[in-house]
């Protein structure tokens, strides 16, 4: 086999609530990651070095070296197998850069899964699983996919039911914002503010509105513990999230760390219209319909 596609979904967050910082830097959360049907196509190529290359918009704007994420992945798999192994990793992006929707770790996961089955390795998704969790928080769920509770990072997975599609509109703006720096302004502000963080716990209502497939009741529940700071650090995102709710949306959260804004729609004519009327609000650099939940990273 000369060359493997794989296709994998962007994720949002429907609630990230963000315990108190930790002695080694990372805070406690509780994640419900939803897969989202913007993908991104990872594809691993015979070669004699780990490179990569990146098409798309934005392109540039993610690095070739080793502090990417798929390179990364591709060189864990590598290490964990006991072989030196080269792959050439081209990676088509629609998953926006730096957008709150885990583009990187998407990324990752499709290299995981291209090279596993490039090199003949044929370990099993648990073993993927594992070496994904060392590369990121974000890296197993886009391997899972579907609908879960992530645990301590994140990377502890449960899945969730869910009882239909829920539409969505992603309204993408310019420019990217730092994960590091978001949780970084998270915590000041919370200095700042004198709050006392409580241990973070999954919304029960939210867990029984996915199950019912009950958009609206969905829409009341999303929470995102970093909005504040990510609204922050960038003011425009206030207009976009009040622009949405004035448009009918049923929710409207920033996604992760932003600056990704995530509407809940009614139904997929309902996406549309909605993705048309922010485009044409101009409180955003593009807006996407899309729907949920998807598959994980797969070959296709």
Sequence with gaps: MSSVTVRVPAKVNVQLSVGPLRDDG???????????????????????????RVEGEHADQVPLDDGNLAIQAARALAKHAGRTYGVELVISKAIPVAGGMAGGSADAAGALVACNELWGLGLPREDLMEIAADLGSDVPFSLLGGTAVGTGRGEQLTGVPTGGDFHWVFAVADGGLSTATVYAQCDRLREATGEQVAWPQVNDGLLAALAAGDAGRLG??????????????????????????????????????GPTCAFLARDGDHARELAAALSGAGVCRLAVAAHGEVPGAEIV
Excluded: C, W
Excluded at 26 to 52: G, M, Q, R
């Design 26 to 52: 990372y805070h406690d959360l509780v994640n419900v990651f939803h897969a989202v049907s913007i993908f991104d196509e990872v594809v691993a190529k015979e070669s004699e070095l780990v490179t990569v």
């Design 220 to 257: 009341a529940e999303l929470v995102n513990d970093l909005q504040p700071a990510a609204v922050m650090l960038r003011r425009s995102l206030t207009r976009t999230l009040d622009a949405g709710r004035e448009l009918g949306a049923l929710g409207a959260i920033v996604s992760g760390s």
